[in-house]
C-alpha cells in the first residue's frame, strides 16, 4: 500500500511520481483510507477524495490483505462476492 502524501513534498511531484508508478505497473487501484474501500482508479466515487486519504495498491490482492473491500460502484461483481462472505 502506497500513501498519497508519501509520493512527494508537493502536488506536482505527487502527481508525477503517481503517473510514473501506474505506467511501470505498480499501481492498478486506489483506496479510501477513511472507509478502506478500494475500487478503479478512474471511478467517479474517488475523484473528490482529500489526498490525505488517498492510498494506492498494486493488486486486489494487496487490497484485500490491507483489510480494505471492493467499491460497490466500479467493482460490482467483486463487492457482490465480498458482501456475501460479510
Known amino acids: 500500500m502506497i500513501f498519497h502524501l508519501n509520493l512527494g ?15 511501470a505497473g505498480k499501481i492498478k487501484l486506489g483506496g479510501y483510507k477513511k472507509n478502506k474501500i478500494y475500487g478503479l482508479l478512474n471511478c467517479a466515487s474517488g475523484k473528490g477524495m482529500k489526498v490525505e486519504n488517498r492510498v494506492f495498491f498494486k493488486d486486489e490482492n494487496e487490497a484485500l490483505q490491507a483489510g480494505y473491500r471492493p467499491c460497490a460502484r466500479c467493482l460490482r461483481e467483486a463487492y457482490k462476492m465480498w458482501k456475501l462472505t460479510h
Open 9 to 23: 513534498p508537493d502536488p506536482d511531484t505527487r502527481r508525477r511520481q503517481l503517473a510514473s508508478l501506474i505506467r
